[in-house]
């Protein structure tokens, strides 16, 4: 039996990417058999999410402001160590990147990817900062290193050479069961009222951030409109992340502002029939260490296109159409292809359906705890 730290204040309660990932992993923790060991989870006294339906882990609300950085920083590097002394825990795991600064204890860290050291610019200056000065101890203190995908893990050993490939387990993240086509049409009229969504549409999902290249696909929109090739609009799902101003200002310098919708944050239990209404999802990212959006709308049957970039083509494993993120022409082909081409559509969205089975967070859960079993 062992005692077992879970760093989860990172969680809010709208939340995407790493958050998401983080969530969906400790909910799929505590639907397991734990063998009599004794998890405990760090998070937020604001958190209201739907971890706090079960009680299979203990979950420990911090009184402390988490939504400020500093604050935050203080708390990992400083209070936690205590806590793991003085409540004699035998593990910790920081599911999102950092480990504390000082301290000495057996631990995991998960690296969902090095963005912040290989391509700063994508990032918001603070975070590339901070994670320039604590992602590399992290992972070089850490007794073991979660990626969430090979492409990672390549990653992790070409940036740090001293890194033993042993100390590196890749992880997938997984799909909830209710990703599926939605071919209810009552579902689909009610969720196209409710956003007042167009009869076709291209999608995009994720955070309005600079590595999601929206720039990029409202150009190759823009010029496919110009060109009177298709009637579709452009609907855009996500919060605003960092970097953005240059998003909006492409939209509004579009011809076609009209026609490119921006729903903002939208609840996970929409998301499913947005995706299968779409007749493409569009994913053109400069980088992914995973990618979850692309497997939620290929499990959703809808053809999706991604970039031949990061871990992109090794998470969709051949089901998704790659195209070049830098190259308009490429991606305007390849919507138009999709289109127009029924049999390749058809066989990308079965054989995307098919792929996307792969990955369950209880065989996320199921991996993450043997490493935790392993290691005490």
């Given at each position: 039996?062992?005692?077992?730290?879970i760093?989860?204040?990172?969680?809010?309660?709208?939340?995407?990417?790493?958050?998401?990932?983080?969530?969906?992993?400790?909910?799929?923790?505590?639907?397991?058999?734990?063998?009599?060991?004794?998890?405990?989870i760090?998070i937020?006294?604001?958190?209201?999410?739907?971890?706090?339906?079960?009680s299979?882990?203990?979950?420990?609300?911090?009184?402390?402001?988490?939504?400020?950085?500093?604050?935050?920083?203080?708390?990992?590097?400083v209070?936690?160590?205590?806590?793991?002394?003085?409540?004699?825990?035998d593990?910790?795991?920081?599911?999102?990147?950092?480990?504390?600064?000082?301290?000495?204890?057996?631990?995991?860290v998960?690296?969902?990817?090095?963005?912040?050291?290989?391509?700063?610019?994508?990032c918001?200056?603070?975070?590339?900062?901070y994670?320039?000065?604590?992602?590399?101890?992290?992972?070089?203190?850490?007794?073991?290193?979660?990626?969430?995908?090979?492409?990672?893990?390549?990653d992790?050993?070409?940036?740090?050479?001293?890194i033993?490939?042993?100390?590196?387990r890749?992880i997938?993240?997984?799909?909830?069961?209710?990703?599926?086509?939605?071919?209810?049409?009552?579902?689909?009229e009610?969720?196209?009222?409710?956003y007042?969504?167009?009869?076709q549409?291209?999608?995009?999902v994720?955070?309005?951030?600079?590595?999601?290249?929206?720039?990029?696909?409202?150009?190759?929109?823009?010029?496919?409109?110009?060109?009177?090739?298709?009637?579709h609009?452009?609907?855009?799902?996500?919060?605003l992340?960092?970097?953005?101003?240059?998003?909006?200002?492409?939209?509004?310098?579009?011809?076609?502002?009209?026609?490119?919708?921006?729903?903002?944050?939208?609840?996970?239990?929409?998301?499913?029939a947005?995706?299968a209404?779409?007749?493409?999802?569009?994913?053109?990212?400069?980088?992914?260490g995973?990618?979850?959006?692309?497997?939620?709308?290929?499990?959703?049957?809808?053809?999706?296109?991604?970039?031949?970039?990061?871990?992109?083509?090794?998470?969709?494993?051949?089901?998704?159409?790659?195209i070049?993120p830098?190259?308009?022409?490429?991606l305007?082909?390849?919507?138009?292809?999709?289109?127009?081409?029924?049999?390749?559509?058809?066989?990308?969205?079965?054989?995307?359906i098919?792929?996307?089975?792969?990955?369950?967070?209880?065989?996320t859960?199921?991996n993450t705890?043997?490493?935790?079993?392993?290691?005490?």
């Amino acid at each position: 039996m062992g005692k077992i730290l879970i760093n989860g204040l990172l969680l809010k309660n709208k939340h995407s990417g790493v958050q998401y990932s983080i969530e969906n992993l400790i909910a799929a923790l505590q639907q397991l058999d734990l063998k009599e060991h004794d998890i405990e989870i760090l998070i937020s006294e604001n958190y209201e999410g739907p971890l706090l339906d079960n009680s299979n882990v203990k979950l420990k609300k911090i009184q402390h402001n988490l939504n400020n950085r500093f604050s935050r920083i203080y708390y990992e590097h400083v209070v936690i160590p205590t806590y793991l002394k003085e409540e004699g825990f035998d593990l910790y795991h920081s599911p999102g990147y950092i480990l504390p600064y000082f301290s000495k204890f057996k631990s995991i860290v998960t690296v969902h990817d090095l963005i912040a050291l290989d391509f700063p610019k994508l990032c918001q200056n603070e975070t590339a900062a901070y994670f320039k000065l604590t992602l590399p101890q992290s992972i070089r203190k850490a007794d073991h290193i979660i990626t969430v995908s090979q492409k990672v893990k390549d990653d992790v050993l070409n940036h740090f050479p001293d890194i033993s490939e042993e100390k590196i387990r890749v992880i997938y993240p997984g799909l909830k069961a209710n990703f599926n086509s939605v071919l209810d049409l009552k579902i689909r009229e009610n969720i196209k009222s409710l956003y007042n969504l167009p009869e076709q549409f291209f999608l995009f999902v994720g955070n309005l951030e600079p590595k999601k290249n929206l720039t990029f696909i409202i150009q190759a929109y823009t010029k496919i409109k110009n060109m009177r090739l298709c009637d579709h609009k452009l609907v855009i799902v996500g919060q605003l992340g960092w970097k953005y101003d240059s998003i909006l200002s492409e939209i509004k310098q579009s011809r076609f502002k009209l026609d490119i919708i921006l729903l903002g944050y939208i609840d996970e239990q929409y998301l499913p029939a947005l995706y299968a209404m779409a007749d493409l999802f569009l994913f053109p990212s400069l980088y992914e260490g995973f990618g979850i959006p692309a497997l939620e709308a290929m499990a959703c049957g809808c053809p999706v296109i991604i970039s031949n970039r990061g871990a992109l083509p090794e998470v969709t494993g051949g089901a998704a159409y790659q195209i070049d993120p830098y190259d308009i022409d490429s991606l305007i082909s390849a919507i138009l292809l999709l289109l127009n081409d029924r049999e390749l559509r058809e066989n990308m969205i079965q054989e995307g359906i098919l792929w996307s089975k792969n990955f369950t967070w209880q065989k996320t859960a199921t991996n993450t705890f043997d490493l935790y079993q392993s290691l005490l």
